[in-house]
């Protein structure tokens, strides 16, 4: 069965450093992964995606991921974060053609002055 | 603006009543889908449905249901039978055409039950 990993459940970053966010996945074939922020009490937002190709992704606010088919893994980075990046983040699977997700159980942020 | 509504944003319920979530979207998606939240578990699917009519179950729906009789609209019932069931729940939606495979999200019901 597919499954997602995301081995850091808390992480702590003080303000302009780098963060890197990890994410491990279970897939037979060519997965489709997705990294989702969620803000305290909201829904949840779409930072990038992989289908295929190039196998560094650009997102929105400045981060980006990089997917490793040897490793299986799809890590978040972030070179220089900002305050409002303090939130919860998501690495999530394609499952089937139906278009269900397997999310990982999260990982939280905490950004330092 | 278009997006998808959940409402209320917190819902109080006593134990032994059923209640029903809301969720609407007016971006012309097929699918939708109901997601629960716990703290450290992540998401996991609780119905989702393809096109008006059909819906099937997900990894947890024992206590819940659901129906799909409009396009925009997707709510979520959840009922006495459900053991635990203080939660956030989150609606999502895509377009069935095209491979993008993206699911929009609501901003979430919190539902407390004593």
């Known amino acids: 069965a597919q499954s997602v990993t995301q081995p850091d459940i808390h992480i702590t970053v003080s303000e302009g450093a780098s963060l890197e966010l990890r994410c491990n996945y279970s897939y037979g074939a060519t997965p489709y992964l997705f990294w989702y922020v969620q803000s305290p009490g909201q829904g949840l937002q779409l930072l990038l995606k992989?289908?295929?190709?190039?196998?560094l992704v650009q997102g929105i606010k400045g981060f980006e991921a990089e997917f490793k088919r040897s490793q299986s893994s799809f890590n978040l980075r972030k070179p220089s974060v900002h305050w409002s990046d303090a939130a919860e983040y998501f690495c999530a699977v394609l499952t089937d053609s139906w278009g269900k997700l397997q999310f990982g159980a999260g990982t939280q942020v905490v950004v330092t002055p | 603006d278009g997006g998808i509504t959940q409402s209320p944003k917190y819902l109080f319920r006593k134990e032994g009543q059923n209640v029903t979530l809301s969720c609407e979207q007016n971006l012309n998606h097929d699918a939708m889908y109901w997601y629960r939240q716990d703290p450290g578990q992540g998401l996991r699917l609780i119905y989702y449905?393809?096109?008006?009519?059909?819906?099937q179950k997900g990894d947890i729906a024992e206590g819940y249901s659901v129906s799909r009789e409009k396009k925009e609209s997707f709510p979520l019932t959840v009922t006495s039978a459900q053991k635990n069931p203080t939660a956030f729940y989150l609606c999502?939606?895509?377009?069935?055409?095209?491979?993008?495979?993206?699911?929009?999200f609501g901003p979430g019901t919190r539902l407390t039950v004593t």
């Open positions: 992989y289908f295929s190709g190039d196998t």
């Open positions: 449905s393809q096109i008006v009519n059909d819906f």
């Open positions: 999502a939606s895509r377009p069935s055409m095209g491979n993008s495979y993206e699911q929009y």
